[in-house]
């Protein structure tokens, strides 16, 4: 049964995606500086589903691209987090060093301990517990000019502690053979992501008032 709904998202998370990013667009105006990241991401997000969807015929392992991934998403949700303001007290300074850091270990990573070809679980648990961990940050300051923000801390909060369990425990899961349920966690936790961002980019569209 999972494997069925699995399927079926799979083919059609297009359509959530492809109408954030429209809404996002047409209403770049009305958007607040954390959004404008959101859609990068979600274009990058994207242009991810589309490469691995072509190269499907032509190339037998496109784990690569997944580390490739889990490096852009990290330094781009972490300028998401930073527009959101949970880096206020630190110096520019400090947070620079602080991204270049983390993303100069996830490069070592996939140089030196985890092939490119194939799951880089410890750079994705890392970055996972990191977004975990600013969007913690970000539940102990909200207030009334938070509002869509809210969904989106939701979606991070709700997708990556889903992620973080498959991943911590990815090497269990290959070693059982249990590839395609590793996948199938993915896609649902994917697609509830992706509707909560596509609600809340909505409700911030409606929204003349910068919130930030």
Not at 131 to 148: C, D, H, I, R
Request: proline fraction near 4%; charged fraction near 10%.
């Amino acid at each position: 049964m999972l494997h069925e709904i699995a399927s079926f998202l799979v083919h059609i998370i297009y359509f959530p995606l492809s109408i954030s990013i429209g809404i996002g667009i047409f209403y770049w105006r009305r958007l607040s500086p954390p959004f404008h990241h959101i859609i990068y991401f979600l274009i990058w997000n994207l242009l991810v589903e589309i490469l691995t969807e072509v190269l499907v015929p032509y190339v037998e392992n496109n784990l690569p691209l997944l580390h490739l991934y889990t490096l852009i998403e990290f330094i781009l949700f972490s300028l998401v987090y930073k527009k959101m303001e949970i880096f206020e007290k630190w110096p520019d300074k400090r947070f620079w060093i602080f991204l270049i850091s983390i993303s100069i270990l996830i490069i070592l990573n996939s140089i030196f301990w985890q092939s490119i070809y194939g799951y880089n679980t410890y750079a994705a648990t890392l970055v996972q517990v990191l977004l975990m961990a600013y969007a913690v940050t970000f539940m102990f300051q909200l207030n009334e000019k938070s509002g869509p923000l809210n969904l989106v801390n939701a979606a991070v909060l709700i997708s990556y502690s889903g992620s973080l369990f498959v991943f911590m425990a990815g090497n269990i899961i290959l070693s059982q053979d249990l590839g395609p349920l590793f996948w199938e966690l993915n896609v649902l936790l994917n697609f509830i992501f992706q509707f909560l961002i596509l609600i809340s980019i909505w409700k911030a569209s409606r929204v003349r008032k910068l919130q930030f």
